[in-house]
């Protein structure tokens, strides 16, 4: 028989709690997507990204006069031909030389210029800031008459001084701004605290801040370096002579009015696509870095 204590101390039942509903799903996961509605869409833009650039190897490498599909036998004549008779060599070493002065130009003015639009406040900084971001609205074929007046008085037409400062300044507001930014995620506590230990401002950005810049540099510097190299118009307005023009105005050379030599035109865009590949291939993964670290302000 259960008593009434008994009744009072028995432990209550427990309680049961059912589980809450489930939201319905609004669709389908990622992971339950079929593969082939990934792939077959990137696979289709894949051919056609890689047909120009296997046309371009079938009539720089097959022999001319050919119409095979597939480059065979393989013959490098219209490289050699572009190469020597054609004189490539020369516009390749102009290019460079283009490239790379323009690339240490643009990097060294736009460091000193970011440096001081991440660090100093000023009067006009808001209204320089809209100006550089304005400058890239005006194409350069607008500039190209006052450019080539100012480069004819200071005696700098037909030189490679004129398209290497014509490339440096047009580079220039994109490259500012952007290291402009990178600057402004290094933590401005690192340079008070080398200029505790006894730095000034130049050592300090020196030692602390500039090796923390090298993804924005590189990005910088990648960018100036491959427009300057494929750019036509300042080579064609202001190098008049052969041995100064680079690389773009060279292969214009080889399309005449009357025929077009394509397998040499093919060789030729082999050759000035080759140190571009190159370049990306190296530094993809600072250059990746360095446009996401100067897009915005961390």
């Known amino acids: 028989?259960?008593?009434?204590?008994?009744?009072?101390?028995?432990?209550?039942?427990?309680?049961?709690?059912?589980?809450?509903?489930?939201?319905?799903?609004?669709?389908?996961?990622?992971?339950?997507?079929?593969?082939?509605?990934?792939?077959l869409p990137l696979s289709i833009y894949l051919v056609f990204t890689l047909i120009p650039f296997y046309w371009i190897l079938l009539?720089?490498?097959?022999?001319?006069?050919?119409?095979?599909?597939?480059p065979w036998p393989i013959t490098f004549d219209h490289f050699e031909k572009v190469w020597t008779d054609r004189a490539f060599g020369t516009y390749f070493q102009n290019s460079l030389l283009v490239?790379?002065?323009?690339?240490?130009?643009?990097?060294?003015?736009?460091?000193?210029?970011?440096?001081?639009?991440?660090?100093f406040n000023f009067k006009i900084k808001?209204?320089?800031?809209?100006?550089?971001?304005?400058?890239?609205?005006?194409?350069?074929?607008?500039?190209?008459?006052?450019?080539?007046?100012?480069?004819?008085?200071?005696?700098?037409?037909?030189?490679?001084g004129s398209v290497i400062l014509a490339e440096t300044v047009f580079q220039l507001?994109?490259?500012?701004?952007?290291?402009?930014?990178?600057?402004?995620?290094?933590?401005?506590?690192?340079?008070?605290?080398?200029?505790?230990?006894?730095c000034n401002r130049f050592t300090a950005f020196r030692i602390v801040v500039l090796p923390l810049l090298r993804p924005g540099l590189i990005a910088v510097g990648s960018f100036a370096f491959v427009h300057s190299w494929n750019h036509f118009l300042f080579a064609l307005m202001f190098l008049n002579n052969q041995s100064k023009q680079t690389i773009p105005v060279g292969l214009n050379t080889l399309m005449s009015a009357d025929s077009?030599?394509?397998?040499?035109?093919?060789?030729?865009?082999?050759?000035?696509?080759?140190?571009?590949?190159?370049?990306?291939?190296?530094?993809?993964?600072?250059l990746i870095t360095g446009f996401s670290a100067g897009a915005v302000k961390g």
């Open 173 to 198: 507001p994109l490259s500012i701004i952007l290291i402009s930014n990178f600057i402004k995620n290094v933590p401005y506590s690192l340079e008070e605290a080398a200029w505790v230990d006894g």
């Open 260 to 286: 077009v030599d394509l397998g040499a035109l093919a060789a030729g865009g082999i050759i000035a696509a080759v140190p571009v590949v190159i370049v990306f291939a190296f530094i993809q993964k600072w």
């Open 126 to 160: 808001q209204g320089f800031m809209l100006a550089l971001l304005c400058s890239q609205f005006v194409p350069g074929a607008l500039l190209l008459v006052p450019l080539f007046e100012i480069f004819a008085k200071l005696q700098m037409i037909n030189s490679l």
């Open 99 to 119: 490239g790379v002065a323009t690339l240490v130009m643009t990097t060294l003015v736009a460091l000193a210029g970011g440096y001081a639009l991440a660090r």
């Open 1 to 39: 028989m259960i008593t009434k204590e008994a009744t009072e101390t028995a432990p209550a039942p427990a309680r049961v709690i059912a589980d809450p509903p489930r939201p319905l799903k609004a669709g389908r996961n990622w992971d339950e997507v079929p593969r082939w509605q990934v792939y």
């Open 59 to 70: 009539f720089a490498l097959r022999p001319a006069g050919s119409t095979s599909l597939v």
